[in-house]
C-alpha cells in the first residue's frame, strides 16, 4: 500500500526509482522536462532550502541573469499548482515553501518523506536488517516478504532520465548500492530458508546489468548451485572470470566458488543461527539521521575498495572526542558491506573508556574466532595461536573489520588481517603514526562540521520545521557547541526534550557561564566534558600541565613559543609536548607551527586551570611573551616611533624571533589574539601589561585602519593608566584613541582626547610628547577643513621637535608643514620642505616617515603639473608602504590623476581601481570620487573628440584630498 500525502489537491506521492513521476490520487500528473529537473533538485534536498542561485544555475547553465530567476520563479509557480492546484497553490503556500532571504534566499520542498518511493524502499531495507538481526526462522520469512515486496517496488534506473546530470550521480550511485544490498540480503535469506529458485531471476537481471560485479554474480552461481542447477552455476562463473579476466581483474572470490561448485564442495546454509554464525554480521545498526562528511566517506570509500580488490588494507579514522568518528565508520562500513559477502566484524576496543580498562587483543580475538564459527573449547589461549587460527579463517575471505576506540598500535596490530581480500577500518583519538609508518594504514582525520552541517544536524534531531522557524537561534546553539557533533547531539536532545522552550531560549542558556553544565549527562558517555577527560587522562603530566595552562589562553591560536611562554619551558620541550596534545587530538595544528583549540576543549583546559597553583605566574609569562614579541614587531614596522620603557621579561619567556618572519605578517596572524591579551590583562589587573600592549599594537591596527579594535584596546590601555596614574602614559593611550575616533567619524570626541593629553603632560617636560600631539592635533583640525588652525599646530610640533631634538619628530612636523603649503597653493615652499624632511628621514634611515613626504612631494609636482616627477615621488611612496593601507589608497588616487594627465588612461584606471579597492574595504569618503574618476576615464575618448579633455584634468587635479596620521 502506498504513503501518500493529502494536500488540498489531492494525494501525493513521487517515484524516483526509474523515471521522475508525480502523482496525483494515482493518476500521473505530466511534467516537461524543466519541470522534471526542477521536482528531482528538490527532491535530492528534501525538507531543506536549495538557493535559487543554485536551482537557476541547474536548470540554465551558468545563466545567473535576472531572466534566469524570472523563469525559475515561473517554473517554481508552476511546479506548485501541479503538486497543489487551485488557491494554495497559487498562493505559494504549501509543499514548496519560500526559504531564506538576501543571497540564501531559495525554496524546499516540505514534502512527507513517505511519499517519495526511494525512502519507503529504504525503510524497508533497514526493517529487514531488523528482523533479520532477531534470528529466528519467523522473523527471517517476514524479512523475506518485506524485502520482495521492496523488490518489487524497483521500477529500474534510479532518476532514470536525469541519469547524465552531475548534481544526480551522487544520490544514483547511493541507491544502486541500497539496491544491491537490498538484493543481496533477499538472496541470502531465501537461500539460508531452502526458497533458492525465488531469487534466481532478480539475480540474472542484476548481474546482466552489472555483469562486472563479482558479488552479484558470486550470489547468483551460489543460488543457482543451491538450486541443483550446477552446470549453470558453474558457467556463470565461467563467464564471469573470462569477462573480468579481459579487463586484467583478478577475481579470487569467483576463483573459490568455481573451484568448489565444479568439486561439489560448497558449503550449505544450516539453515539456523549456528548455520550462519560463520558469516558473521557484527556491525551495530547504522545511525537513522546521520549529516555530512560526504567527502570524507568518499574518500575513504575510493581508498579502501576499488572495483574489485582493496587499495588500502587499513583505514584510520582519527579526531578529537565528540567528533563523531564512529558514527562516520558505521556509515562507512554499512555502505561498504555488501562489498564483503563473508561477513562484517565490529568490536569497542574502549581505548578510552573511564568505566572499563581497554580490550586485550586476547579478549577481542576469542570473540572473532567464535563469530568466525570456532567453537569455544576449540579457540586457543595463547595470543600467537590465536592470532594463528584468526588469519586462518580470513585467509581468502572477504571480511570487513571494524575496530573501534582504538587505544594504541599495540592494541590493534595483532587483529589486522593479513589477507589482502579483507580491509580494517580502525578508529582512534591518538594519531597512531607507527599504524601509519610500519602497517602502511590510510589517515582520514574528521574536524569539526561546519556551520551548514551543524545546523543541519540540529535541525534534523529538532525537526525541519522548528529549526525554521528559528534559524538564526539554531546557528547561535551550532556556533557554541563549535561544530562538534556530540554536543550538538546533546543540545538537541535537550531541544527535543523541552519542546515548550523556544530555541532562543535554549541559546541563551547555552550562552551563559558553564556551557559544559549545559552539555552534561548522567551517562558518562554522551557527557562533554567525562568524554573529554578520558583523553586528558591519558596524557604524560608534563603534557597535562601544557593542556591546563594553555586553558589560560584567550586568543583563537598560538604558536610553539607562547606555549613554551606558557608552561616556562625551552622551544624544543614545548614541541614534543604539543606533538603529544595533537596526538590525542587536544589541540590541533591549523598550519605548520600555528595551534588551535576549539571552544568547548577550551573551556575544558580553563575549568582545569581554576585550580592551577601556578595560574597567575603563567598568566603573567604569557602576557610578557606578546607584550616583548609586539614591542619588537612594532620596532620592525616603525624603527623610529618613541619607545616605552619596559620591565625585562619572567624567567622562562621565550619571545617570537621577529627578525626571522615578516613583521606585517606577524601581526596580521596574531591580530585577534593581541587584542585578547589586552583585554587578558586589564581582567588580571596587570595594568602596564595592558596598556603597553595597546601601545604595540597601534602603529599595526592604525595602518589597517581598524579603529574599532583600537579603540577597544586603548579604552582599556586608558583605564589601566589612568589606575596607573601614569600621565604620560595616559597621553599616549589619549592621542592613539583620538585617531580611532576621528577614523569612525567622532572627531568632536577625538579633539577633546587631544587637548586631555596637552593636560596630562602639562607638568612633564616632555617636548616631544606634546610634539606629537600638536601633530594629531594638526591632522584633525585638516580633516575637519580648518587648515590655518592645522597649519599652526604643525608649526607648534616643529618647533618642539627642534627643541626636544627628536630628528625623527623634526622630520614628520617639516612634512606636516609643508603639506599645509601645498593646501594653500605654495608647492615651491612646500617642496622645500618635503626635501629637508627627507634628508632628515634618509640621515636615520626612517623609510617609514618618508612614506608620508613623498606623497606630498608627489602631490606638489603634480599641482605644478609636473606629472613625470609626480609619478616618480608616488611610485617612491607606494613602494615603501608597509602595510599602511590609507596612504596606499591616497598615493594609488594620486598616481591615478596624474597618468591620467599624461594621457596613459590604462595606467590610470589601473591605479584608481586598485586604490577604489581598498577604500571601498576601508569604508573611506574617497571612494565615491575614485570611482566617479572611474566612470570618467572609461568616457574619454568621447571627451576628447568634444575638446573637453584638459577641462576634465583640471576637474581631477582638484580633487580634495588629507594627509594620514602621523605617529
Not at 68 to 89: D, M, Q
Not at 476 to 497: F, V, W, Y
Request: contains cysteine.
Amino acid at each position: 500500500m502506498r504513503v501518500s500525502e493529502q494536500v488540498a489537491g489531492g494525494r501525493i506521492d513521487v517515484s524516483v526509482l526509474g523515471p521522475v513521476q508525480l502523482r496525483r490520487d494515482g493518476v500521473p500528473v505530466p511534467l516537461g522536462p524543466q519541470l522534471t529537473t526542477l521536482l528531482a533538485i528538490l527532491l535530492l534536498e528534501l525538507g531543506k532550502p536549495v538557493p535559487s542561485r543554485r536551482l537557476a544555475t541547474l536548470l540554465a547553465g551558468d545563466d545567473v541573469s535576472d531572466a534566469a530567476r524570472a523563469t525559475l520563479r515561473s517554473h517554481v509557480a508552476h511546479l506548485r499548482r501541479a503538486l497543489e492546484p487551485g488557491e494554495r497553490g497559487q498562493r505559494g503556500k504549501g509543499l514548496i515553501a519560500t526559504a531564506g532571504h538576501g543571497t540564501a534566499a531559495g525554496y524546499r520542498l516540505d514534502l512527507e518523506p513517505a511519499c517519495v518511493d526511494a525512502v519507503r524502499f529504504e525503510e524497508s531495507v533497514r526493517e529487514s536488517r531488523r528482523l533479520l538481526a532477531l534470528g529466528d526462522a519467523e522473523q527471517t520469512d517476514r524479512a523475506v516478504a518485506v524485502l520482495r515486496t521492496a523488490l518489487d517496488d524497483w521500477h529500474g534506473e534510479p532518476y532514470a532520465d536525469l541519469a547524465d546530470r552531475p548534481f544526480a550521480l551522487v544520490e544514483i550511485a547511493r541507491l544502486r548500492a541500497v539496491h544491491r544490498a537490498a538484493l543481496l540480503a533477499y538472496a541470502e535469506a531465501v537461500n539460508e530458508s531452502g526458497r533458492h529458485a525465488e531469487a534466481i531471476g532478480d539475480l540474472i537481471g542484476a548481474v546482466a546489468a552489472d555483469p562486472y560485479d563479482e558479488g552479484l554474480r558470486c550470489m547468483l552461481a551460489l543460488t543457482l548451485y543451491r538450486d541443483g542447477r550446477t552446470d549453470e552455476a558453474a558457467e556463470v562463473c565461467r563467464h564471469g572470470l573470462a569477462l573480468l579476466g579481459g579487463r586484467g581483474i583478478d577475481a579470487p572470490e569467483l576463483h573459490r566458488l568455481q573451484r568448489d561448485i565444479l568439486r561439489r564442495e560448497v558449503r550449505q546454509p544450516a539453515g539456523g543461527p549456528a548455520g550462519r554464525s560463520s558469516v558473521p554480521r557484527m556491525l551495530p545498526p547504522d545511525l537513522p539521521r546521520f549529516v555530512g562528511r560526504a567527502q570524507e566517506l568518499s574518500t575513504a570509500e575510493a581508498r579502501l575498495v576499488g572495483r574489485d580488490e582493496p587499495r588500502s588494507a587499513v583505514l584510520l579514522v582519527l579526531g578529537p572526542a565528540g567528533v563523531g568518528k564512529t558514527s562516520a565508520s558505521l556509515r562507512l562500513a554499512h555502505r561498504l558491506a555488501p562489498r564483503f559477502p563473508d561477513g562484517q566484524l565490529y568490536v569497542n576496543l574502549r581505548g578510552f573508556d573511564a568505566s572499563a580498562a581497554a580490550l586485550a587483543p586476547t579478549e577481542v580475538l576469542r570473540v572473532f574466532l567464535e563469530a568466525l564459527g570456532v567453537a569455544p573449547e576449540q579457540i586457543p589461549a595463547n595470543l600467537n595461536a590465536q592470532m594463528a587460527r584468526y588469519q586462518a579463517h580470513l585467509r581468502d575471505r572477504r571480511i570487513l573489520i571494524v575496530l573501534d576506540n582504538a587505544h594504541d598500535a599495540d592494541q590493534v596490530r595483532p587483529l589486522l588481517p593479513a589477507s589482502t581480500t579483507c580491509v580494517t577500518v580502525v578508529t582512534s583519538r591518538n594519531r597512531m603514526s607507527s599504524l601509519i609508518a610500519v602497517d602502511g594504514a590510510h589517515p582520514l582525520t574528521l574536524g569539526l562540521l561546519d556551520e551548514e552541517e551543524a545546523c543541519q544536524l540540529v535541525g534534523d534531531r529538532i525537526g525541519a520545521d522548528r529549526a525554521g522557524k528559528e534559524p538564526e537561534a539554531v546557528s547561535e546553539i551550532a556556533r557554541l557547541c563549535a561544530g562538534l557533533p556530540l554536543a550538538l547531539s546533546i543540545a538537541a536532545a535537550r531541544a527535543a526534550a523541552n519542546p515548550q522552550f523556544t530555541l532562543q531560549a535554549l541559546a541563551d542558556d547555552l550562552a551563559g557561564a558553564g556551557v559544559l553544565d549545559r552539555l552534561a549527562d548522567s551517562d558518562s558517555s554522551v557527557d562533554v566534558r567525562a568524554v573529554f577527560s578520558w583523553s586528558y587522562r591519558a596524557l604524560t603530566p608534563a603534557a597535562a600541565r601544557l593542556f591546563r595552562l594553555l586553558g589560560l589562553h584567550p586568543g583563537p591560536e598560538f604558536t610553539a613559543a607562547s606555549a613554551a611562554s606558557v608552561a616556562g619551558v625551552g622551544r624544543r620541550a614545548a614541541n614534543a609536548l604539543l606533538a603529544e596534545l595533537t596526538g590525542a587530538h587536544l589541540t590541533g595544528e591549523r598550519v605548520p607551527g600555528r595551534y588551535v583549540m576549539h571552544d568547548l576543549l577550551r573551556a575544558y583546559a580553563g575549568e582545569l586551570s581554576e585550580a592551577e597553583p601556578e595560574r597567575a605566574a603563567a598568566r603573567r609569562r604569557m602576557l610578557d611573551h606578546y607584550l616583548h614579541s609586539a614591542v619588537a614587531g612594532d620596532r620592525a614596522l616603525m624603527p623610529h616611533r618613541q619607545p616605552v620603557a619596559m620591565a625585562a621579561p619572567e624567567e622562562g619567556v621565550t619571545p617570537e624571533d621577529i627578525a626571522e618572519v615578516d613583521p606585517l605578517a606577524w601581526f596580521t596572524a596574531e591580530h585577534q589574539t593581541l587584542i585578547a591579551m589586552v583585554g587578558c590583562a586589564a581582567q588580571a589587573g596587570l595594568d602596564r601589561h595592558a596598556w603597553q600592549l595597546a601601545w604595540a599594537t597601534a602603529t599595526y591596527l592604525g595602518r589597517g585602519s581598524y579603529w574599532h579594535d583600537v579603540l577597544t584596546t586603548q579604552s582599556l590601555a586608558l583605564s589601566a593608566a589612568t589606575r596607573l596614574d601614569d600621565r604620560p602614559a595616559q597621553a599616549q593611550c589619549r592621542r592613539e584613541l583620538s585617531h580611532a575616533l576621528a577614523g569612525l567619524g567622532r572627531p568632536e570626541q577625538a579633539r577633546f582626547q587631544l587637548h586631555r593629553a596637552l593636560t596630562d603632560l602639562a607638568d612633564a617636560a616632555d617636548p616631544n610628547g606634546q610634539a606629537y600631539i600638536h601633530l594629531s592635533l594638526g591632522w584633525l583640525c585638516e580633516l575637519q577643513g580648518d587648515r590655518r588652525t592645522a597649519a599652526h599646530h604643525d608649526q607648534v610640533a616643529l618647533d618642539l621637535f627642534t627643541r626636544g631634538g627628536d630628528r625623527g619628530g623634526q622630520a614628520r612636523a617639516l612634512n606636516a608643514v609643508g603639506w599645509d603649503l601645498a593646501q594653500v597653493g605654495d608647492y615651491r615652499q612646500a617642496i622645500g620642505y618635503c626635501r629637508q624632511a627627507l634628508s632628515l628621514h634618509a640621515e636615520l634611515g626612517d623609510d617609514a616617515g618618508a612614506v608620508n613626504t613623498w606623497d606630498t612631494l608627489g602631490y606638489a609636482y603634480q599641482h605644478l603639473g609636473e606629472y613625470i616627477i609626480a609619478v616618480e615621488c608616488y611610485e617612491q611612496a607606494l613602494g615603501l608602504n608597509v602595510g599602511h593601507r590609507f596612504k596606499e589608497a591616497e598615493a594609488l588616487a594620486h598616481l591615478g590623476d596624474c597618468h591620467h594627465a599624461l594621457g596613459d588612461m590604462t595606467a590610470a584606471a589601473a591605479s584608481w581601481g586598485r586604490a577604489y579597492a581598498i577604500m571601498t574595504e576601508l569604508r573611506t569618503d574617497g571612494a565615491e570620487a575614485v570611482r566617479a574618476k572611474l566612470e570618467l576615464c572609461g568616457t574619454r575618448t568621447r571627451l576628447a573628440a568634444a575638446g573637453q579633455v584638459e577641462g576634465e584634468r583640471r576637474a581631477l587635479s582638484t580633487a580634495p584630498s588629507t594627509r594620514a596620521p602621523e605617529k
